[in-house]
Each structure stands twice: as C-alpha cells, then as structure tokens.
C-alpha cells in the first residue's frame, strides 16, 4: 500500500523519512547504510543490500511483455478470424453456384461433374463400410498364397 511522504532539505540533500514498515520489512536500523538502484523510468527501490532482488526481467517490466502477448494474441486471433470467414464465404459461394448450374441445367457439364463426384463419393463410402474389421484383415495376411496349378504335362500353367 502506498504510503506518501515529504522530501526535507538538509544542507545541500533532499531527505525522505523512511516510514516505521519500511524499516521493520528491510531490518533497518540507525546508521545503517542503505542503497536506491534505478531499474526503471521514474522508478526508485530502496534495499539493505548492494544487489536488488530479482524480480523482474532486466530491460523490460512484466507489464509490457503481458501488453506486448496480448496484442500479439489479439492481432493473431484476428487473422484466424478473417480466414474462418473468407474459406466460409468462398465454400458457400461455390455451393451455391454449384446448385444454380444443377438447376439451370439438370443435364449440363457442371451438374454431370457434381453427379460423378457425388457418386464415387458414395462408392468410397460403401467400401469403407464394407470393410473387415482390422483383426480380420490381419488374420488373412498371414494365410500363405496358394499353390500354383499344374497342366497335365507336369509345367506350370502360364495362361
């Protein structure tokens, strides 16, 4: 919590009083040395300690990189926005042209296009569902092939 305090000149230095929980948090006594570091603009921190604690990331405080990620995340979530919405638009314009030419022209070169590619979709369904189950075709795998047939002279057949 934030706690003001008013700066004294005495002699030829400006003197802050350091408030009784500031002294009580660093361990603080009467004639003990103490130093200011300068990590950041318009930012001062007083330690007991020549070293400051790390705490935050040197050049750049944990503010400006969450503010730098977010317009980051929001710059990209825009982008994948825009693309959703263009191959949308696009898919939806092809499928309606696609059904204006099948009714134009039930019999036309676009709608024979749309009929065979519709019907080899539903060959490549029924075949995938006609399929053995996996342990099936696994088991046939392992059958050997079958011998070769032999004419009557004793060679193979090559017809």
């Known amino acids: 919590m934030p706690e003001s305090r008013r ?3 005495l002699n030829h230095s400006l003197v802050v009083a350091v408030p009784p ?3 009580q948090q660093l361990r603080l006594s009467r004639g003990q040395t103490v130093w200011w570091h300068l990590p950041f603009t318009a930012e ?3 330690t007991a300690t ?3 604690a790390e705490g935050y990331p040197e050049g750049l405080t ?3 990189e969450l503010v730098a990620a977010r317009a980051e995340l929001i710059r990209l979530r825009r982008r994948v926005k825009g693309l959703e919405f263009g191959l949308y638009a696009e898919g939806y314009a092809l499928g309606r042209m696609d ?3 099948i009714y134009l022209e039930p019999h036309g070169r676009r709608a024979g296009v749309l009929r065979r590619r519709r019907l080899a979709y539903d060959l490549w369904a029924t075949r ?3 399929l053995p189950a996996p342990e099936t075709r696994a088991a046939r795998a392992d059958e050997s092939p079958p011998a070769p047939v032999h004419s009557a002279e004793g060679q193979q057949d090559r017809s």
Do not use: E, F, N
Request: net charge positive; hydrophobic share 45%; glycine share 0%.
């Open 99 to 101: 059904a204006h030419a």
């Open 21 to 23: 929980l500031i002294r």
């Open 44 to 46: 001062a921190t007083l």
């Open 62 to 64: 944990l503010h400006d």
């Open 7 to 9: 700066l004294v000149q």
């Open 50 to 52: 020549p070293t400051r």
């Open 128 to 130: 995938q569902s006609s």
